[in-house]
């Protein structure tokens, strides 16, 4: 039996480390429905110059675009570092029924609201060896 959700980490884990490539902060996402991968993301924020272009938001938008709807119900995003609140902002306006981070993000508080269900931890050690590594690579510049 396949393990979905580690599957679709590993993919999330593979955009990440795309960004790490690209220099840019290493998270990966991606949004599936019916255990297919709708929509891909990772920070592209540097690149694209533009704040707003966190691996959610860019999954989030290229699932809508699949789906041809702003509604993602019956969507799961899986993110490698636990979603900001901007993110979980556009999670929330999507409507997506769960979410499903690796890392947690000890940056800043969360404004825990129940609305979708939501799961941490999932190949943690993974996403965090990434994003500090990342970060100690920039402390050497």
Known sequence: MIDFDKFFMQEALKLAKNAFDEDEVPIGAVVTCNNKIIGKGYNQ???LND???HAEILA???????LDSKYLDKCTLYVTLEPCMMCIGAVREAQISKVVYGATDHTHKKLQENLFELQ???MSEEASVLIK???KKKRLL
């Not at 989030?60 to 699949?66: G, K, L």
């Open 45 to 47: 924020v540097e690149k």
């Open 51 to 53: 704040p707003t272009a």
């Open 60 to 66: 989030i938008t290229a699932a809508c675009n699949f």
């Open 120 to 122: 941490g931890g999932l």
């Open 133 to 135: 590594t990342f970060f």
